[in-house]
């Protein structure tokens, strides 16, 4: 697959792998934050825009739902 063609992801996972190969170490402490905290980048990279859709929808369906019970 030539780079002209190649998908966001496949960039993505290329320019990490690269950067791996040149540092290996400083990339230790992003490893060890990023299992802390999470990485929305990731998630949404994942996950696709169906995926970042049906999270949105079940958001909302929650806060609905939640305002719905919580109403004196």
Known sequence: M???KETPERVRERLRQEELRR????NMNDAFNRAESGNLADLVGSLGWRGIGVIILVIIIGFVVASIFSTP
Do not use: E, Y
């Open 2 to 4: 030539s780079k002209d």
């Open 23 to 26: 540092n290996p170490t400083g």
